[in-house]
């Protein structure tokens, strides 16, 4: 815990096998994300191509496989949240030849490469190799909502039951934060069950959540996800927004660690 309480919140819940200590889980919605292959050549080599006018600093794009997605560039650390799914990325800028940026997320993986000339190209599990898109228009930039104690509560309860749920056995799940940090938390919570819920559907998944007996949601100088004698331990800090918890392969990762 760091920095002095203002509140610590703490549930437990009560189903049919017993009692659930709440406060977070595993998760995950997220795309598999690849490294940058050649794409289109008017992207960069056109030599009749004008330089195109800077996007809007938090704007709304289309691939040309339909793939829609939000792109924040207006905060300290770019944001990126796909259509129909909840998760928020937080990306990082990395230089790349031609006077391109590479954005990639916690684990390293590129999800966007932002072109000299104005083009943008996602990576997701269905098209590795790239997907050019195209600007659809302006829209409001990636908040994290304000959430009331009692709805913090319910949010982490739900995600430890559907972690449960997943792993077909009782999971414990505690978290040990701050009024400041407590919609990191239950955001980190919902991340982590939707974690637990796609390990369990990949080669070896079933096995990796068997060896975990709680997970433990606390505040830190540093956002990570590590798992140590059967306790996966989510560090959350909230002076860095939505950057401030780690994504939900960040935590799948944790789970899957020897």
């Not at 924040?72 to 990395?94: I, K």
């Not at 590479?102 to 932002?114: E, F, H, S």
């Not at 269905?126 to 304000?146: K, N, T, W, Y």
């Not at 956002?223 to 401030?244: C, E, F, Q, W, Y």
């Amino acid at each position: 815990m760091v920095g002095r309480r203002s509140a610590i919140f703490r549930a437990a819940v009560r189903n049919g096998t017993g009692a659930l200590c709440v406060l977070a889980a595993l998760s995950a919605a997220s795309p598999v994300l690849a490294q940058a292959g050649s794409l289109r050549e008017a992207l960069y080599n056109s030599r009749n191509e004008m330089r195109r006018a800077p996007p809007p600093p938090a704007a709304r794009y289309v691939s040309e496989t339909g793939q829609r997605f939000v792109f924040d560039r207006s905060q300290s650390r770019p944001l990126l949240r796909f259509e129909g799914q909840s998760e928020v990325w937080a990306l990082e800028p990395h230089a790349a030849p031609r006077g391109d940026i590479i954005y990639k997320n916690d684990l390293g993986q590129p999800v966007l490469r932002a072109t000299k000339l104005g083009g943008m190209i996602v990576f997701t599990q269905q098209r590795p190799g790239g997907s050019a898109a195209a600007v659809a228009g302006e829209v409001a930039p990636i908040r994290l909502p304000a959430l009331s104690p009692s709805a913090v509560l319910q949010r982490l309860a739900a995600a430890s039951a559907k972690a449960s749920r997943a792993a077909q056995r009782l999971i414990s799940f505690e978290a040990d934060v701050t009024a400041e940090s407590s919609a990191l938390a239950a955001d980190a919570a919902s991340l982590a069950a939707d974690a637990v819920a796609r390990l369990v559907r990949r080669p070896g998944g079933k096995q990796a959540i068997s060896k975990i007996d709680k997970v433990v949601i606390d505040e830190g100088k540093k956002p990570s996800a590590h798992l140590k004698k059967g306790v996966v331990r989510i560090t959350v800090t909230p002076d860095l927004g939505l950057a401030g918890r780690p994504s939900s392969e960040k935590i799948a990762a944790a789970a899957e660690e020897r």
